[in-house]
Structures are given as structure tokens and as C-alpha cells.
């Protein structure tokens, strides 16, 4: 007998097999009711064998053959009226470490962290995985659709691309590396290679030393590049597209998921676009908050998004122009702005999720701005190098996947949407 999926079932078969993991036991005098979980859904199954029934522990694996009844009391429609039962992963613990079925889980995140494999069987914590697969076929899809190349750049590099130290070192044989901050300067490269457009799915890794809700060590970086653009306007009006997308596609391929998180996507209208001094100056106008030089704290970003939201209706901001002394040596000077660089952030509700912008092209300027940036152009070695061979204006972007998932599902820690996080705490499991 071929083996069916919970939603698949119809109500009309003769009889079914069904394979997955025990949801709930509710034991009644002559039968129980047990609810069966695959990856498609739970269903209830009435069983009327009170050793069988007698035998079972929620979370252990089973097999059912049974027969579908059509019953408008229970959710779905149809209850499954169980001929046999085997177990076929036996469950071997006294006691859960928190709740799967039940609405509240009552235990902290760490503990759930801990036992990552048991807190997924929750059907909310698995609609969060299931957007955010979601989200990197959006993603994939769209940029395919628009004439972009897929590549995957190595995470192994001899230098750092983001500037700072927040850098891992490796041991590399008599060597030392590092791990990849960003694909920065291979998505730049393959540019100019003749690719012309890029994007890559790649984890990146930060040494941050601080544990906050909005920061992992590890991330997944939907990084986009792409050549012949007249200046950073292009940037953001192919991020906007691309969320205008990714809101559509989630609407239709999410929308079991987006319920049980309680959300509703908007339809995304033209974000608005506002020079970081603006922001800073509202900021201290309206709310008497100072910001830090050529920045906004985390604090900010909550409180401008706050600002935009009731101004514009947008839950997105683009902040735009920020100082040059804080954005890495590849970023465009802006020519009409003193100071400032062709660059953007996008805000999403209250939190930085994209950095974009256009780079610098010309070899000659380039290699004069690694120097004002006190660093010596040779030891940027094959970057630098590849410059010289006719590099088009060019720019791009990057979103890191959890936060964008973080704030799509209103969740608190961005270690909610990480499927196995790495922080200054947790290397395991
Ligand atoms: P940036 O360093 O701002 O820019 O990173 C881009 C986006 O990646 C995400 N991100 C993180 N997510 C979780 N934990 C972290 N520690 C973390 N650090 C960054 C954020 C952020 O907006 N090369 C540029 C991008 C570009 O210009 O193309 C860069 O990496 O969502």
C-alpha cells in the first residue's frame, strides 16, 4: 500500500496508510483519539484497541492503516478510524522538555535552542522555517527571472572584505585565513568577469562580540550585484521589486503558515527614500534622540520606523547618503553630497535588514580611496588587480535572511528564525 500525506487524504478512500509522529493522546473508557502529525499536517485517528492505545507516548513514530470518515466536528473534516497501528520509532524519555502541543511552550529560548529537534515538531516554530525556505525561493526565482547568474564564491579567504575586526581566523595547513564576512569582493569580480549580474545564498560569518537579539555569528546573506547602473536609484528600485515580490509569494505560497503567526502581508507601495542627516534630524526634532555619528542606534531605528509608519503608511525605509568614514573603502563617493557615499540601508520595522550600494569602479580611484582609508592597495592583491580591465559602474546589495525573516513573522530574537544559531554562547547543537 502506497503511503499517504495527511493533506492528501479525501475522505472517500477505502482505506489509508498513513506514517508519522504521535500529536496528542486523549484516552476515553472504551477508546482514545490520537492525533497523528507527518510533515503536511495533523489529523485525528480514533483508535479502539485499549493495549495498543495503553502503549502510546506522544513524539513516537508510528504507522496507521485505517479508514477515512468524513466528521465536521473535528478540524479538516475527516477522522481516521485506525484498523492497525505499528510503532515504528519507539520514544524513549519520562518527560518532554517543554510542550509541543499545547499553545504556549513554556520554557525559554534557550532551552528550546537546546533541544532544536524536538521544538521544530511545534507547528509554529516549523511555519517559520517553511517562510523562510520561502523566502530563498523568492529570491532564487525572481532574480533568475530578471537575467541574473547564480554563483557560490568561496567562504575559506585570505583577507577580510568589511573592514573592522570582526573577523574569524582559520588555520589554513602553515597559514592563517579567514571566514567570509561577505562574498563582497567575488560578487564585485564576477561583475566585471562579464557575468554583469549576480546573486548568491551563502552563509556569512561575523565575530561579533556581543549577543543581542538582532546579531548571530553565522548568517545567511542573500547578496545581489549588478553592472551597467547609472547610480545607487537603480539599487533600490530593484530591492523595492524584489520585496513587492517576496510579499506576493508569500501571500499565495505561505498563507497556512503567515495564519498561524497571526500575519498579513501588505501590499508594498514606493518606499520612501530619506538621506540619513534627514532621519538623524528628525530623530532629534521630534523625539529629542541623538544619534551617533553617521549612524542611527538600534534604538533609532525602532523610533524613525515608528515616524515612517505613521508618515507614509511604509513598514520600509530607505535611509540613503551615509558618511564615508562609516562605510567600507568600495563605496561610491556621492559628488553632490560633501562627505557621503552613494550608499543605503533598508529599515524594516524598526531594523536594518539590506545594505546596498554603488561601488567604486575606476582602478586609479579605488586604489586612492583604500589609501585614504589608511590601508595600502597591494594588499588587496587580486581585488584591486581586477579593476584594470574595464570595470563597469557597478553596485549592489545585501539582506540577511533571518532578520527579514525575524520581522516578516514579528518575532523578538532573530535566534528564532535560525534553524541551528551560532552565537558568542552556542556552538552546538
Ligand atoms: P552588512 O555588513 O550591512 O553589508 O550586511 C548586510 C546585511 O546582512 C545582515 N547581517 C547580519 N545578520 C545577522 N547577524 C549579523 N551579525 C549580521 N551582520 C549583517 C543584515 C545586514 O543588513 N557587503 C555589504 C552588503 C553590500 O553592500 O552589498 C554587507 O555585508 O541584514
Not at 492497525?84 to 509541543?100: C, E, H, M, R, V
Given at each position: 500500500?502506497?503511503?499517504?500525506?495527511?493533506?492528501?487524504?479525501k475522505?472517500?478512500?477505502?482505506?489509508?496508510?498513513?506514517?508519522?509522529?504521535?500529536?496528542?493522546?486523549?484516552?476515553?473508557?472504551?477508546?482514545?483519539?490520537v492525533?497523528l502529525?507527518?510533515?503536511?499536517g495533523?489529523?485525528?485517528?480514533?483508535l479502539?484497541?485499549?493495549?495498543?492505545l495503553?502503549s502510546?507516548?506522544?513524539?513516537?513514530?508510528?504507522?496507521v492503516?485505517?479508514?477515512?470518515?468524513?466528521?465536521?466536528?473535528?478540524e479538516?473534516?475527516i477522522e481516521?478510524?485506525?484498523?492497525?497501528?505499528?510503532?515504528?520509532?519507539?520514544?524513549?524519555?519520562?518527560?518532554?522538555?517543554?510542550s509541543?502541543?499545547?499553545?504556549?511552550?513554556?520554557?525559554?529560548?534557550?532551552?528550546?535552542?537546546?533541544?532544536r529537534y524536538?521544538?521544530?515538531?511545534?507547528?509554529?516554530r516549523?511555519?517559520?522555517?517553511?517562510?523562510?525556505?520561502?523566502?530563498?525561493?523568492?529570491?532564487?526565482?525572481?532574480?533568475?527571472?530578471?537575467?541574473?547568474?547564480?554563483?557560490?564564491?568561496?567562504?575559506?579567504i585570505?583577507?577580510?572584505?568589511?573592514?573592522?575586526?570582526?573577523?574569524?581566523?582559520?588555520?589554513?595547513?602553515?597559514?592563517r585565513a579567514?571566514?567570509?564576512?561577505?562574498?563582497q569582493?567575488?560578487?564585485?569580480?564576477m561583475?566585471?568577469?562579464?557575468?554583469?549580474?549576480?546573486?548568491?545564498?551563502?552563509?556569512?560569518?561575523?565575530a561579533?562580540?556581543?549577543?543581542?537579539?538582532?546579531?548571530?555569528?553565522?548568517?545567511?546573506s542573500?547578496?545581489?550585484?549588478?553592472?551597467?547602473?547609472?547610480?545607487?536609484?537603480?539599487?533600490?528600485?530593484?530591492?523595492?521589486?524584489?520585496?513587492?515580490?517576496?510579499?506576493?509569494?508569500?501571500?499565495?505560497?505561505?498563507?497556512?503558515?503567515?495564519?498561524?503567526h497571526?500575519?498579513?502581508?501588505?501590499e508594498?507601495k514606493?518606499i520612501p527614500?530619506?538621506?540619513?542627516?534627514?532621519a538623524?534630524?528628525?530623530?532629534?526634532?521630534?523625539?529629542d534622540?541623538?544619534?551617533?555619528?553617521?549612524?542611527?542606534?538600534?534604538?533609532?531605528e525602532i523610533?524613525?520606523?515608528k515616524?515612517?509608519?505613521?508618515?507614509?503608511?511604509?513598514?520600509?525605509?530607505?535611509?540613503?547618503?551615509?558618511?564615508?568614514?562609516?562605510r567600507?573603502?568600495?563605496?561610491m563617493?556621492?559628488?553632490?553630497?560633501?562627505?557621503?557615499?552613494?550608499?543605503?540601508?533598508?529599515?524594516y520595522?524598526?531594523?536594518?535588514?539590506?545594505?546596498?550600494?554603488?561601488?567604486?569602479?575606476?582602478?586609479?580611484?579605488?586604489?586612492?580611496?583604500?589609501?585614504?582609508?589608511?590601508s595600502?592597495?597591494?594588499?588587496f592583491?587580486?581585488?584591486?588587480?581586477?579593476f584594470?580591465?574595464?570595470?563597469?559602474p557597478?553596485?549592489?546589495?545585501?539582506?540577511?535572511?533571518?532578520?527579514?525573516?525575524?520581522?516578516?513573522?514579528?518575532?523578538?530574537?532573530?535566534?528564532?528564525?535560525?534553524?541551528?544559531?551560532?552565537d558568542?554562547?552556542r556552538i552546538?547543537?
Amino acid at each position: 500500500m502506497k503511503r499517504s500525506f495527511i493533506t492528501e487524504i479525501k475522505g472517500e478512500e477505502e482505506a489509508v496508510l498513513l506514517k508519522g509522529w504521535i500529536f496528542k493522546v486523549k484516552k476515553f473508557k472504551t477508546f482514545g483519539f490520537v492525533s497523528l502529525r507527518d510533515k503536511t499536517g495533523i489529523l485525528q485517528l480514533v483508535l479502539e484497541d485499549l493495549d495498543v492505545l495503553e502503549s502510546l507516548k506522544t513524539e513516537m513514530a508510528v504507522e496507521v492503516i485505517g479508514t477515512p470518515v468524513k466528521n465536521e466536528k473535528v478540524e479538516g473534516g475527516i477522522e481516521i478510524h485506525i484498523k492497525d497501528l505499528t510503532i515504528i520509532g519507539n520514544a524513549y524519555y519520562d518527560l518532554l522538555p517543554f510542550s509541543i502541543n499545547q499553545k504556549n511552550v513554556n520554557t525559554s529560548l534557550e532551552m528550546e535552542l537546546d533541544h532544536r529537534y524536538i521544538s521544530l515538531r511545534r507547528p509554529d516554530r516549523r511555519a517559520i522555517f517553511k517562510v523562510q525556505e520561502e523566502i530563498v525561493t523568492a529570491f532564487r526565482d525572481y532574480f533568475k527571472d530578471q537575467g541574473f547568474s547564480e554563483i557560490h564564491t568561496p567562504k575559506i579567504i585570505a583577507s577580510g572584505t568589511e573592514g573592522g575586526s570582526e573577523v574569524f581566523t582559520v588555520n589554513y595547513f602553515d597559514r592563517r585565513a579567514f571566514l567570509a564576512q561577505s562574498p563582497q569582493f567575488y560578487k564585485q569580480m564576477m561583475v566585471g568577469a562579464g557575468f554583469e549580474s549576480v546573486f548568491e545564498i551563502g552563509h556569512a560569518y561575523r565575530a561579533e562580540l556581543h549577543n543581542t537579539w538582532r546579531h548571530l555569528n553565522e548568517y545567511v546573506s542573500l547578496d545581489v550585484e549588478t553592472g551597467f547602473i547609472k547610480d545607487e536609484e537603480d539599487l533600490m528600485n530593484i530591492q523595492q521589486q524584489f520585496i513587492q515580490h517576496l510579499f506576493q509569494h508569500l501571500t499565495s505560497a505561505c498563507e497556512k503558515e503567515l495564519k498561524i503567526h497571526n500575519i498579513t502581508l501588505p501590499e508594498i507601495k514606493d518606499i520612501p527614500r530619506i538621506p540619513l542627516f534627514e532621519a538623524q534630524k528628525i530623530l532629534l526634532e521630534v523625539y529629542d534622540k541623538k544619534s551617533p555619528v553617521g549612524n542611527l542606534d538600534a534604538e533609532g531605528e525602532i523610533v524613525f520606523s515608528k515616524y515612517v509608519k505613521e508618515k507614509y503608511d511604509s513598514d520600509f525605509v530607505f535611509l540613503t547618503k551615509y558618511p564615508a568614514i562609516k562605510r567600507p573603502m568600495y563605496t561610491m563617493p556621492d559628488e553632490d553630497y560633501e562627505g557621503m557615499t552613494k550608499s543605503f540601508d533598508l529599515i524594516y520595522k524598526g531594523l536594518e535588514i539590506t545594505t546596498g550600494g554603488q561601488r567604486i569602479h575606476d582602478y586609479e580611484m579605488l586604489k586612492e580611496n583604500i589609501i585614504k582609508f589608511g590601508s595600502n592597495p597591494e594588499d588587496f592583491g587580486f581585488y584591486v588587480e581586477s579593476f584594470k580591465y574595464g570595470m563597469p559602474p557597478h553596485g549592489g546589495f545585501a539582506m540577511g535572511l533571518e532578520r527579514l525573516t525575524m520581522k516578516i513573522l514579528d518575532l523578538q530574537n532573530i535566534r528564532e528564525s535560525t534553524l541551528l544559531p551560532r552565537d558568542m554562547g552556542r556552538i552546538t547543537p
